[in-house]
């Protein structure tokens, strides 16, 4: 069983040596971002005095495979197999009256920025930016739930507004609209990375209950308490929450900001979020995460993973691992490993992997003697295994996604495949091998 909240967590990532903790005083504004872009979001730092503030900060919890890993007790080559299985057999989750999370209730009118830090990234951001929480919502019926993290460009007060970039969002803000109603929302800050990889599954492909997809994922049924001020449920062991309504019909400039692919995304209008209530727990922990770190790219690439092996594995059922790398942004890019059945199942994988993402944007299939997680043997193999005439092929004017600058030039995308794998029958591929080469270290025979 896995700490299924933050603190919990925290403990577990001290003892092991592995949170670092910046007791120096440091400037929400810009200077924590710059820190966490130098670490690449991939290491677990607590920030004990922000600005002025009485509440640790904490980021990088979850940027790694391994630290990913270490929060839900798996290796980390087990990861996408394992939220496959919390999607297929989700743990239910448990209701209760009183929770950590409401030991200390705000109600509105309040600052927000008087009780947590209001992080500045980027140097072009216009504001502060809440950029880690993980929003609850549901359909006008009542009968879907969303929970995805999303990020707000913060007004003051207690106000900002959203930026909604999902088509399934931006429908159901519709309806709101529609019938002249605001949205209720909550957002959860302070939550353990099995949350965030949860949140990041299709509500519409998956149609689960992401509260109980992260309980099966730690082993435990995840504990959730209603909301003081808006008919909503919320994670009971989170830091803290915001709680307020989104008016679709009032909007106001949101951006630029840093995104996730490493360019700045446009300004535009979008909807405000009033904060009805804040509530948190004795001596709340606050937290981050870096657009565009690992820590925000590798729940999404994960995610991406579980989809495409079960797309893939449809067409060429020798595919075993997929990894969407982090430097493609944790979806432009996929190496799919395979054990090759014929001389169509590379080029069939890559095939099958487009047509199942339309953010995918170049792709290579490689063999099982191959590393997908190691850049170096995956350029070998393409740079003795592809003759471009042969391997490598593009598919022009098709879906892209709106986080690639240059997919917004014409507003379409060009998709290549890469099939790195040995070709059928072809002879001179035998890798070398030294006896006992993995067993060698050369630590061991310095001094």
């Not at 957002?187 to 309980?215: E, R, W």
């Not at 449920?233 to 709680?243: G, R, S, Y």
């Not at 770190?293 to 075993?320: D, F, H, M, N, Y």
Request: charged share 20%; proline share 6%.
């Amino acid at each position: 069983m896995m700490s299924r909240d933050l603190r919990g967590l925290l403990l577990k990532l001290n003892n092991s040596g592995l949170l670092r903790h910046v007791k120096r005083r440091v400037s929400s504004q810009y200077e924590i971002a710059a820190l966490l872009k130098n670490t690449k979001g991939e290491m677990p730092l607590c920030f004990e005095q922000v600005d002025d503030y009485n509440c640790p900060l904490v980021a990088g919890i979850g940027g790694t495979r391994e630290l990913m890993a270490l929060s839900v007790g798996v290796s980390p080559y087990a990861l996408p197999e394992s939220l496959a299985m919390a999607i297929a057999s989700p743990l239910p989750v448990e209701i209760v009256a009183s929770a950590p999370v409401q030991e200390h209730v705000i109600k509105a009118p309040f600052n927000l920025d008087d009780y947590f830090p209001v992080l500045r990234y980027n140097q072009l951001d216009p504001a502060g930016f809440l950029v880690s929480g993980v929003m609850v919502a549901k359909s006008v019926s009542g009968g879907k739930f969303y929970t995805s993290v999303r990020r707000m460009q913060y007004l003051g007060g207690n106000r900002s507004c959203l930026l909604v970039t999902s088509y399934e969002m931006r429908k159901q803000i519709s309806r709101y609209e529609e019938i002249k109603e605001p949205m209720p929302v909550a957002f959860m800050f302070g939550v353990s990375p099995a949350v965030v990889l949860a949140s990041q599954i299709s509500t519409h492909y998956y149609n689960a209950d992401k509260f109980a997809v992260t309980g099966a994922l730690l082993g435990e049924n995840s504990r959730v308490v209603n909301c003081r001020t808006v008919d909503l449920a919320v994670l009971a062991d989170a830091e803290m929450v915001l709680e307020g309504n989104l008016y679709p019909w009032r909007k106001e400039k949101e951006g630029p900001f840093g995104e996730l692919g490493g360019y700045y995304g446009g300004a535009s209008e979008q909807p405000v979020v009033e904060f009805s209530a804040l509530t948190f727990r004795d001596n709340p922990i606050a937290q981050t995460i870096l657009a565009g770190s690992c820590e925000e790219k590798l729940p999404e690439a994960i995610a991406r993973e579980v989809a495409l092996l079960a797309a893939v594995s449809q067409t060429v059922p020798g595919v075993k691992r997929v990894n969407v790398t982090m430097a493609g942004a944790g979806r432009f890019h996929a190496i799919i490993q395979l054990d090759k059945q014929t001389g169509a199942d590379g080029k069939q994988a890559l095939l099958a992997a487009f047509s199942a993402d339309k953010d995918l944007k170049h792709a290579v299939a490689v063999d099982m003697d191959v590393d997908i997680f190691n850049p170096e043997d995956v350029e070998w193999a393409i740079a003795t295994r592809v003759q471009a005439d042969l391997d490598v092929f593009i598919i022009p004017g098709a879906m892209g996604s709106p986080l690639d600058p240059s997919h917004l030039l014409r507003g379409v995308s060009a998709k290549m495949g890469v099939d790195a794998t040995v070709p059928a029958g072809g002879r001179g591929y035998a890798r070398t091998y030294i006896p006992g080469e993995e067993k060698t270290n050369i630590e061991d025979y310095i001094s």
